[in-house]
């Protein structure tokens, strides 16, 4: 529609319906905002931060992430996955830690070293901040679940100690994919 259109439209309008017209446009742009922000925060995306030190150094603390909600349609979560999940023991807060053990692995941790599968090589943990504290642990992780720790692991609440040991399939939102805040930066 051409300027001098619009004009015209609007001549025949007294001064109140040109202002209900203007605040009629204006709630419609802020519904149509609302509206996207909804789908993306809620089919795109997960929006997460990290309280604690638990990721670092892959994770800063008070870092903001964001997850894709769509990574795990058409496939499923693969070891060394850093994902944001609903915590098992409290459902309210969101989490962010990186899968280890895959449903049906034996997880054993052995001198701080982890072991799968009863494999006489320890994973290549590559990501680690600093070695393992000694720690001899054995765990069985069930189908449909998924055995998680942190990157930082002398300083991370996670599979090892959590009342609810295993992240249950449903409880992850999204892999994991870049920082925001305070700097930006692709996570690994």
């Known amino acids: 529609m051409e300027s001098n259109e619009v004009n015209e439209n609007n001549e025949g309008m007294s001064r109140g319906e040109k202002i209900r017209k203007e605040i009629f446009s204006w709630v419609r742009v802020l519904l149509f905002a609302a509206a996207a922000a ?6 795109l995306i997960v929006n997460a931060a990290v309280p604690t030190g638990s990721m670092r150094d892959t994770i800063a603390v008070q870092s903001r992430l964001v997850a894709w909600r769509l990574s795990y349609i058409f496939s499923e979560p693969q070891r060394f996955d850093v994902v944001v999940f609903r915590f098992p023991d409290d459902e309210s807060e969101l989490h962010v830690k990186r ?3 895959m449903p049906g692995d034996r997880v054993d941790i052995v001198g701080g070293q ?7 090589e320890p994973l290549d943990e590559w990501y680690l901040l600093e070695p393992p504290r000694d720690q001899n642990l054995t765990f069985n992780v069930p189908e449909d679940s998924y055995f998680v720790m942190g990157d930082n692991r002398n300083n991370s609440t996670d599979s090892r100690g959590w009342n609810n040991t295993f992240l249950p399939r449903e409880n992850i939102l999204g892999r994991a994919a870049f920082t925001y805040f305070p700097s930006i930066g692709i996570i690994r």
Do not use: L, Q, W
């Open 38 to 43: 909804f789908v993306i925060n809620n089919v």
């Open 99 to 101: 899968i280890i053990g």
């Open 114 to 120: 982890v072991f799968i599968n009863e494999s006489t």
